[in-house]
């Protein structure tokens, strides 16, 4: 019989501002810097209308790493130097590749009103490929494979990496999970995670009891990271919820990160502004 994982770390999701936006930041805290390959997850929510536009970036470049969007409520609309444009509706994923260096811009569609609400995440890239080619995938809804619970009425959603013989669309350079649970009250489901990877659960609303020992609420606590001592999690849905589990092989390389590079050295961060200052990463208007 595989056993449970223990948590190691237990997290709130406390707001923090953006641009003059509140946004929550779960990773990272003061207590814990990164979950490996994992280094950063914001939550945001806001509402959009003719007079609150809500939270939109200006373009602006990344390198090193791979950010990624994925959306629950809303349309948004992603550019790029690339020349990649596109919408994405509720349940869609955007997996960018910054690699070497790309701009980008997002924020709601023209004409959306109403509530936007999302994650975006950064996921590490090993050195050897810090320089890859940067690239774009759209990864729709409909083609995430659908797992139904153990026990009741909901599912599970693959965005990446394998769950009970089922591959997600999106491709990673690393060993990665990306699951998105849709539980009803009273669901229970047992997740298969390798042994050697990280793993964070992430609650957006709801309420769940994770492996019988603690509860994931909105507000309260939203976070939980777990020790490589167990193979399994069990999920148990108090209440309907949607939660974001994420399970990744260690890169285990020192990380050196300045504003929106991810890199190893403070060499290669100052490369990284001088070559967006040249305009090597491209251009966006």
Known sequence: MKTRRSIAYKGTSDYVNMGGNLIR???????????DPFLLLHHYKYDVGPYSPGLSLSPHPHRGFEPVTFLFKGEQLHRDSLGNEGVLKAGDVQWMTSGSG???????????????????????????FKMTTPKYQDVRAE????????????????????LNGQQGPASTFTEIN??????????????????????????????????DEHTLKLGKLQMLTFNKDGETIMLQANKNSTLLILSGEPIAEKVTSWGPYVMNT??????ALRDYQQGKMGHLY
């Open 143 to 162: 083609n995430m494979p659908i797992i139904p619970v153990d026990k009741g009425n909901g599912n599970i959603k693959v965005v990446t990496g394998e």
């Open 266 to 271: 403070q060499t290669e961060i100052m490369e």
């Open 178 to 211: 990306a699951f998105i649970a849709n539980l009803e009250a009273e669901d229970q489901i047992t997740i298969p995670i390798p042994s050697h990877h990280q793993l964070l659960v992430y609650l957006l609303e709801g309420e769940t009891r994770i492996n």
């Open 102 to 128: 790309i701009i980008h811009d997002e924020g709601p569609t023209k004409d959306f009103v109403g509530t936007m609400e999302g994650i975006q995440l950064w996921v590490n890239l090993p050195k050897k």
């Open 25 to 35: 930041q779960p990773l990272p805290t003061q207590e814990l810097d990164q979950v």
